[in-house]
């Protein structure tokens, strides 16, 4: 398996279905952009897990017409902590990943912890 993230199209998002979304890890944070790498494993994501808000934010446009491009999964403790330390100096959180920038944010508004600490999160451009 490989460990690029799950492309996805907000226009092609199904609203069921199982699919394996590669983990990722930070190798640096500056506040506002993690440079993340992939860890080598993969956990489920469940489609139907969306509720209906969580599909039209994942589905919709964010900020300035970002839309979603794909999905992966970060440790959730990583991701409250970088959420928090990006919103004290009103930044978006962005990560990058093999030389691209995004916008990223958690698919639930209620984060669901898979396989113990990942949280699925939906990269936007």
Do not use: K
């Amino acid at each position: 398996m490989t460990s690029v993230p799950h492309a996805v199209s907000r226009l092609a998002v199904p609203r069921e279905g199982i699919v394996t979304v590669p983990c990722y890890q930070a190798r640096a944070f500056n506040g506002r952009t993690a440079l993340l790498a992939p860890m080598g494993t993969r956990v489920p994501f469940d489609f139907a897990s969306l509720t209906d808000r969580d599909f039209a934010l994942l589905t919709g446009e964010r900020g300035e017409a970002w839309t979603v491009q794909a999905l992966i999964a970060v440790d959730v403790d990583w991701l409250v902590e970088v959420m928090q330390e990006a919103d004290r100096r009103d930044r978006t959180l962005g990560v990058e990943i093999a030389d691209v920038w995004y916008y990223v944010s958690p698919v639930h508004l209620e984060p669901t912890v898979v396989n113990g600490r990942y949280v699925v999160v939906g990269l936007y451009r």
